[in-house]
């Protein structure tokens, strides 16, 4: 099983997967949202606060009953017993990604995961390969290599969830994959605050506002873009507080809205442009794979290139990341590295993961 609630905050992706095909088999899915209460506390936690370390740690139990009844209820789709599954994968909710301080932080208590499903769990993916010096993140491209490349076919394939990144597929080179910025979080954020909505569906609003210029410039100056790979961000750096930062007060909502997917579709083709010249084919995968607006911004960035889900590569693209990490998971148990050093930039292969075995 592969468990994911990502950057965007919105709930978590369950699957069940049977890894002993060729391609994996997703045999079952199942989505759980949060209510907007976990939301606002998840969000909370992203900053320094009062009592910060007691909430984690009840928030964190908190997520694991709800990964339990996600298990439970894929479970139950399925009609399979627990006792065929070999092992949850639980990514956990990110709270803090700082690779540049030695450090990430994901909660959701995966001994408490085992003690109500009964089976044994995997989690805390990301802590081993920043202990080798790497950034931690992405690590689905390792998955993208083995599952996804072309002997013959330049592939890029792009993730637009909270965060962006890409992994490129070149034939007869290495992969490499980094996080391009932010996908689809400061849009979602905006568009809960102005309309009410948890997402602008298919980036109809943004599609009736005007791009601001000066704004998007100001929004393009952060260093992060210019950095070169290794690297990787989050909530961190791309926050409310941010935005706030580049915004003069005067503003159109569905102008900022506009804007804000201008930024993600920039970002991306930039880095698509400038990191894996020669590609043909871009399949996107996450949350924004279903915002046409968006898609057909970024079709007019990439003119070379066709853009199509990776739906039709047999991956389902709102699971993509739920099933890498039950392929992660996998790699943990039978003792094989999942990294990737040269998208990482850990100094060799490791291992990822902690086992927390059901007896």
């Known amino acids: 099983m592969g468990l994911m609630s990502g950057t965007s905050l919105d709930g978590i992706d369950a699957v069940l997967v049977d890894l002993g095909q060729t391609k994996p088999l997703l045999l079952a899915k199942y989505y759980l949202p949060f209510d907007d209460a976990l939301k606002k506390d998840l969000l909370a936690l992203h900053l320094p606060a009062s009592n910060e370390l007691h909430q984690t740690q009840v928030i964190g139990n908190q997520l694991a009953k709800l990964y339990a009844a996600a298990v439970a209820t894929l479970l139950s789709h399925a009609k399979s017993p627990s006792n065929e599954v070999k092992a949850i994968a639980c990514h956990g909710q990110t709270i803090r990604h700082c690779p540049e ?14 003690e109500l499903t009964g089976i044994t769990v995997v989690g805390d993916f990301r802590s081993r390969d920043i202990a080798a010096g790497g950034q931690g993140a992405p690590l689905v491209p390792a998955f993208h290599d083995k599952v996804l490349r072309h002997p013959d076919k ?8 909270g965060i962006s990144n890409l992994t490129d597929l070149p034939p007869h080179r290495a992969t490499t994959g980094f ?14 605050r102005h309309t009410g909505k948890p997402y602008d569906h298919n980036g109809a609003w943004a599609a009736s506002g005007s791009v601001l210029p000066a704004l998007l410039k100001q929004m393009l100056d ?16 791309f926050s409310t507080t941010w ?23 920039q970002t991306v083709a930039q880095s698509i442009q400038q990191y894996c010249i020669g590609a043909k084919e871009i399949y996107l995968c996450g949350g924004g794979a279903h915002n046409q607006t968006l ?3 970024l079709a007019a960035l990439l003119t070379d290139c066709s853009i199509e889900s990776t739906n039709t590569l047999g991956i389902d693209s709102d699971y993509m990341e739920a099933i890498a990490f039950a392929w992660i998971a996998q790699q943990t148990l039978h003792g094989k590295p999942a990294n990737l050093p040269q998208v990482t930039g850990a100094k060799h292969p490791c291992i990822l993961g902690a086992i927390y075995r059901n007896p």
């Open 295 to 297: 898609r057909n911004r």
């Open 101 to 114: 301080q030695g450090y990430t932080l994901q909660i959701g208590n995966a001994a408490l995961l085992t």
């Open 179 to 192: 996080d391009c910025g932010p996908g689809n979080l400061l849009m979602d954020t905006w568009c809960a």
């Open 222 to 237: 952060e260093p992060y873009f210019t950095l070169p790979p290794p690297k990787s961000t989050g909530r961190d750096l």
């Open 243 to 265: 935005l706030k930062g580049k915004l003069t007060g005067g503003e159109k909502a569905e102008d900022v809205q506009a804007t804000l997917l201008e930024l993600t579709c």
């Open 154 to 161: 330049h592939r890029v394939i792009v993730n637009i969830g």
